[in-house]
């Protein structure tokens, strides 16, 4: 069964960093491009940024929004995605989504960014 | 920045056709796809490039695209089908965007 699961979500200060993992299995992860999405409490669908495989040479692309605070890398060797997410604001509070090609998703992962 | 534009809610009856619209000035020359999100769940593509569906979405759903706008079909539309509808597309430069998200009511 194709899956991703994401983790490492959780309750943080401002200003503190967190990083996400976005881990898969039942496919060929080297293979594919990953991208996360978050979404606020109440929110639509907000795109984070995106890495490519390293066929097309690993290439990341960020948001406006979170560019130069956010880092997404990928380990092929454990089929794993990361979210680096530092510098972390009240407004960065959502669920955060992973998702190959834009078409397997994971259930999400929680983020809580408060004092 | 650019945006895609779709209308915060549609209302139809079970066994009508909905339509939920998406705009936006690059949609003449970039592919538009569309997010199912129920609640309390993951997004699930419904179309993708435009007009293609993947496997295991009913054939009800169907997707289009007409100068700056595309457009989600659900024709019959059934209970199951009450969701969040989000079209995803790219600017003229190649960075993604969310349309704002449709809440679609059958009942």
């Known amino acids: 069964e194709v899956q991703l699961v994401e983790s490492g979500g959780g309750l943080v200060q401002p200003g503190r960093s967190l990083r996400l993992s976005c881990t898969s299995s039942g496919f060929t992860f080297a293979h594919y491009s990953f991208t996360w999405v978050r979404q606020a409490p109440g929110k639509g669908l907000e795109y984070i940024g995106f890495?490519?495989?390293?066929?097309?040479?690993?290439?990341?692309q960020y948001a406006a929004s979170v560019k130069g605070r956010f880092t997404i890398s990928r380990d092929d060797s454990k089929s794993t995605a990361y979210l680096q997410m530092n510098s972390l604001k009240t407004e960065d509070t959502a669920v955060y989504y992973c998702?190959?090609?834009?078409?397997?998703w994971g259930q999400g992962t929680t983020v809580t960014v408060s004092s | 920045s650019y945006e895609l534009t779709q209308p915060p809610s549609v209302s139809v009856s079970p066994g009508q056709t909905a339509r939920i619209t998406c705009s936006g000035d690059a949609l003449p020359k970039k592919y538009a796809y569309w997010y199912q999100q129920k609640s309390g769940q993951a997004p699930v593509r419904v179309i993708y490039e435009d007009t293609k569906r993947p496997s295991g979405i009913p054939e009800r759903f169907s997707g289009s695209s007409s100068g700056t706008m595309a457009t989600l079909t659900i024709s019959g539309a059934q209970v199951e089908d009450e969701a969040d509808y989000y079209c995803?597309?790219?600017?003229?430069?190649?960075?993604?965007?969310f349309g704002g998200g449709t809440k679609l009511t059958v009942l």
């Open positions: 890495i490519s495989s390293k066929a097309y040479g690993g290439t990341t």
């Open positions: 995803y597309s790219t600017d003229s430069s190649g960075d993604p965007v």
């Open positions: 998702s190959a090609e834009m078409d397997v």
